[in-house]
């Protein structure tokens, strides 16, 4: 498992301008829940569907593999029907959806629990660095738990897609995309997106599950300074300033209006698409 740093950099731009996705500051101190009436419109309830494919992960696995087998050498015995590869995909999204999509879960666990929970449904390659990550402070790549204050909003959004390739003798399976939530201040009813961009190369086994694979993560609407200060818990950037704002705008403007990986990106190492975009977030000054 491999992870690109988070690159977040503090900018004086301007601040969000009306648009459907504007932050709402609907309180000026903590408050309770928001309600229905309180809560502006979800970011994520009104996508282009020829851009997300889903709000579940049975959704991307019902996705077809992109490219030709007969066009690749080595994936003469795995042959051309997909669910050839069902083992491997299953233990992909099996992790997906345990580290991205279960914020619920993970609500409410110590940092051992939440640890513990992640590597259980971690492939058994991934264990090494995913316990080098969280140990140096980077847990919040692996993991979408959110800090106390904060609240998903609707379900997730799923841009997704799965390609073959090959690397020297070896099968590849190839996943790309963005996962999205929607999420919500509490205390002020500002709302938001989240945004993991992701990128996995698997080497493909004869009985078609991975032999090893590689995972690179960024994130996108995050307040990079405030999550040092809540123990890799995931920080929203909501607030007032400018460039919690702008941070939000970037995501929308880069990640949610653009949120597919490609294949020539998946087998990039230096891919732009998966180096992160420091304008998205925000840097602890």
């Known amino acids: ?86 083992p491997a995909r299953r233990a992909l999204t099996d992790f997906l959806a345990v580290a991205y999509l279960s914020p619920e879960a993970l609500h409410g666990l110590d940092d051992a629990e939440a640890r513990a929970r992640i590597e259980a449904a971690a492939p058994a390659y991934w264990q090494d660095v995913l316990a080098e990550a969280w140990d140096g402070g980077a847990r919040h790549l692996y993991a979408f738990a959110l800090a106390e204050g904060f609240a998903t909003v609707g379900r997730p959004a799923l841009a997704m897609a799965w390609f073959r390739g090959q690397r020297d003798d070896t099968p590849l399976l190839l996943l790309g995309g963005t996962l999205a939530w929607s999420v919500l201040d509490t205390r002020t009813h500002a709302v938001g997106v989240i945004a993991y961009r992701l990128g996995v190369v698997a080497d493909l086994a004869a009985d078609g599950t991975a032999s090893t694979a590689t995972i690179r993560v960024t994130i996108h609407g995050l307040d990079g300074c405030a999550i040092q200060d809540r123990g890799g818990m995931v920080v929203p950037a909501l607030g007032e300033e400018a460039e919690q704002r702008t941070a939000q705008q970037a995501t929308m403007d880069t990640v949610i209006a653009s949120p597919r990986v490609v294949r020539e990106d998946l087998l990039d190492p230096d891919s732009t698409a998966l180096a992160g975009d420091d304008a998205t977030n925000v840097l602890c000054s």
């Not at 309600?35 to 970011?43: F, K, L, N, S």
């Not at 009104?46 to 709000?55: N, T």
């Not at 696995?61 to 997909?82: K, Q, R, S, Y």
């Open 1 to 86: 498992m491999t992870s690109r740093r988070l690159l977040v950099r503090r900018r004086g731009l301007a601040g969000l301008a009306a648009s459907g996705t504007a932050l709402l500051a609907a309180g000026c101190g903590p408050t309770g829940p928001a309600t229905a009436e309180q809560v502006p419109r979800d970011p994520l309830a009104s996508l282009d569907e020829a851009r997300w494919d889903g709000r579940s992960l049975e959704d991307v696995l019902a996705l077809p593999l992109a490219g030709d087998a007969a066009e690749l050498e080595t994936w003469a015995d795995l042959g051309a029907e997909d669910a050839a590869v069902d």
